[in-house]
């Protein structure tokens, strides 16, 4: 499986921006997919997942009520909207997936996700 994440950048705070992440190779082996963000000296934070199948939606606690992750399903692609951008916000911003549909205690957790993007860098400024 690969995936390739866009959609980073510069943005003023209040912002709002949409990443993308494209899939290819194995469907089977992408069915919970994911957005962590990481800044330098920090563990990997976890964004929105959806479930392939079905579309079933998680948050952190963070992003809640301010971002919003989609699939399209022909497209083989997940989106990540996230609005109201703040400084605190600035991370790179990976995707990845995992093959299993992952239970809630799990879904948070990124050793739970077998493949990654190469990141796409997201900088809020005040």
């Known amino acids: 499986v690969q995936l390739q994440a866009s959609g980073g950048g510069l943005v003023l705070a209040g912002g709002s921006l949409r990443l993308s992440c494209a899939a290819s190779g194995r469907t089977l082996s992408r069915e919970t997919m994911g957005w962590f963000r990481q800044v330098p000296g920090k563990e990997r934070e976890f964004v929105a997942a959806?479930?392939?199948?079905?579309?079933?939606?998680y948050y952190g606690d963070d992003m809640r009520w301010r971002a919003t992750i989609t699939r399209n399903i022909a497209e083989s692609t997940v989106y990540l909207q996230v609005n109201s951008l703040k400084p605190e916000d600035t991370a790179v911003y990976y995707c990845a997936t995992s093959e299993l549909s992952l239970i809630l205690s799990e879904i948070k957790r990124p050793a739970r996700y077998n493949y990654w993007g190469q990141g796409t860098q997201v900088t809020v400024s005040s």
């Open positions: 959806i479930r392939w199948s079905g579309g079933s939606k």
